[in-house]
């Protein structure tokens, strides 16, 4: 049989899909539907955010995955289409601040229990992004609205690796620093022992470039990158071998070699940033619709929100790299090797 638009796209499920609670109680109200599809639309998204993150995942957890292959390269692409899509879900509260609080009390009250909380594929992207149980806010309880199944898909997303454990993984390998370079035109202030002289000299250097108030930064660095104080904070996922890999692309991101890499970890704090935007527009509107009135779902409405859109920055570590950014002029030069090798030119 010949394909045809209507079959192929199932149209007759997803346009007869909008029962709206109105009218089973016989009080039909105008904007429901509206109400309806566009929580309907988001779950398309989300659907369709899942099936990008899958494959991400599934590259990026091949071990042999080469960094300048169409691999990474495919990586990258599905995180730019992912971040696309968070801003078009960002802008679809537009179309839901189009109806009026009034409107929304018309039919608000035959929603109680239901509510965006039991969104469980929203909480399966936080999870599977990398948000673990002890970073929710409101933990008690996210998950107490969910049907068994439910809540079974987000523990295994939370057990699972998550890309933020995928991206710790993939970091570690980055080479350059395991190979026998010389590194003796380095300066090398003050190495500690066991420090890199790379590491030892940038650290010389971003101590120049801190000012006072801000030498406690040294101790984090330490911390972060050096992982001299040989205690594991158990709320941070990437390890200091990661933490140097990301802030070497960072940092030396002008390198050819080094753009995809740089493009990933930008991509990623992208999606934290339009997840965020999305959680403050939707707070906002919330309070415009609601007030200060609890939600269908029972949370304490606003406040749950706004405590959900201060903690649940997925990708925070890779954000908070930049404070130990120092300026161009003070960066280490590289041995010959390493630039060769970063530039795609291989040396003799
Ligand atoms: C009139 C419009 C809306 C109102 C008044 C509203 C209200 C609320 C409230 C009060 C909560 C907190 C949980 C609760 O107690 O219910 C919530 C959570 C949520 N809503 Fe909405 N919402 C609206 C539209 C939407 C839309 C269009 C979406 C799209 C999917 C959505 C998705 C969510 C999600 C995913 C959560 C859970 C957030 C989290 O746990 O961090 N909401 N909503």
Redesign the pocket.
Known sequence: MEVHYHDYLQLDKILNAQLLESDKQHAHAHDEML?VV??QA??LW?KQLHYEIDSILEILARPSLNDNSPELQTVVHRVSRCVTILRVLVH??DI?ET?TPMD?LEF?NMLRPA???Q?WQ??EL?ARLGLKFDQR??KEY?TAQLRPEQVGIIKKAESDQSLLQLLNSWLERLPFFEDDHDWSGLQAHNAAPGVHPFWAEYRYQLDLSLSEAEKKNLVYFDNLFLGTDGKADPNCTLSPAANRAALFIMLYRGYPILQLPFQLLNGLLEIDEQLSSW?YR?MN??HR??GTR?????????D??RG??DK?YIFREIAQLNSFLIERTRLPSLPNAIEATLGFVHSS
């Not at 609890?294 to 606003?302: A, D, F, H, L």
Request: aromatic fraction near 20%; hydrophobic fraction near 40%; avoid cysteine.
């Open positions: 109400f566009i929580h988001y779950e989300f679809q509260i839901m109806m929304f608000r509510s965006g909380f969104s929203f909480k936080e806010h409101g996210y959680r939707h509107m919330v619709m609601i609890i939600g269908t779902g029972g949370s304490t409405g606003k749950y929100l959900a859109a649940h």
